[in-house]
């Protein structure tokens, strides 16, 4: 090997060469565009709208994304959202999310048709199981994001809250993560979704 040349590990453990353009410029690419070219982005997300909590959620979520444990890939949590569908007086609300572990019992129910790819291609190809209304185990709720007032009106819908997870949340194979608001009043409802990566274990090795 050169002096000039760069040598690195790839995810299988074997040395690679790192290359520069003409004039000698390394390019470091985020995970989210390789992640998004090779297909691993997909997003789903209800129709139906549930009224927000004025207490902290427990054993019902509003949405919940459930990784089969027969699944070999990882659910790296890139966003979660929920959308305003009926303001009934004006409200602060925000997002509580709650991951929950290996072993936890699946959905009873799929029923989100609303999915896609991030990159163009067809939308399935998942193994998620998405669903609302969910009965899960409290394994802890945690607030994500920023909270945001809507608007008083009451005929049309209001904002949006999202929580950009931006990989701090991983789903294993046999796990879970659930979604819900909580806000200052039940008359608004909202329809939530989750934007994730479908990742092989190799890539996400650490040692």
């Not at 669903?131 to 049309?156: I, K, Q, R, Y």
């Not at 789903?171 to 009043?185: E, F, K, M, R």
């Not at 994730?196 to 996400?204: C, D, N, R, S, Y």
């Amino acid at each position: 090997m050169s002096d000039a040349e760069i040598k690195a590990q790839n995810s299988i453990g074997a040395d690679v060469a790192v290359k520069a353009t003409e004039g000698g410029i390394l390019h470091n690419i985020p995970y989210y565009v390789i992640w998004t070219a090779k297909g691993y982005g997909k997003q789903a997300m209800a129709t139906s709208a549930i009224a927000a909590l004025v207490v902290r959620p427990s054993t019902t979520s509003m949405l919940t994304i459930y990784n089969p444990s027969s699944n070999s890939k990882h659910l790296v949590i890139e966003r979660a959202f929920a959308h305003n569908l009926v303001t009934a007086i004006e409200e602060n609300g925000g997002l509580w999310l709650c991951s929950h572990p290996i072993g936890m019992t699946a959905p009873t129910g799929n029923n989100i048709t609303v999915r896609n790819s991030t990159n163009g291609q067809a939308a399935g190809g998942s193994a998620t199981v998405v669903d609302t209304a969910e009965s899960v185990s409290d394994n802890g709720w945690f607030p994500w994001g920023t909270s945001e007032w809507t608007s008083l009106d009451g005929t049309v819908p209001g904002g949006q809250l999202e929580a950009n997870v931006g990989g701090r949340i991983i789903v294993p194979p046999g796990g879970g993560l659930s979604i819900h608001v909580v806000a200052s009043t039940t008359g608004n409802t909202y329809t939530s979704g989750f934007h994730w990566f479908e990742v092989p274990k190799e890539e996400l090795l650490v040692s």
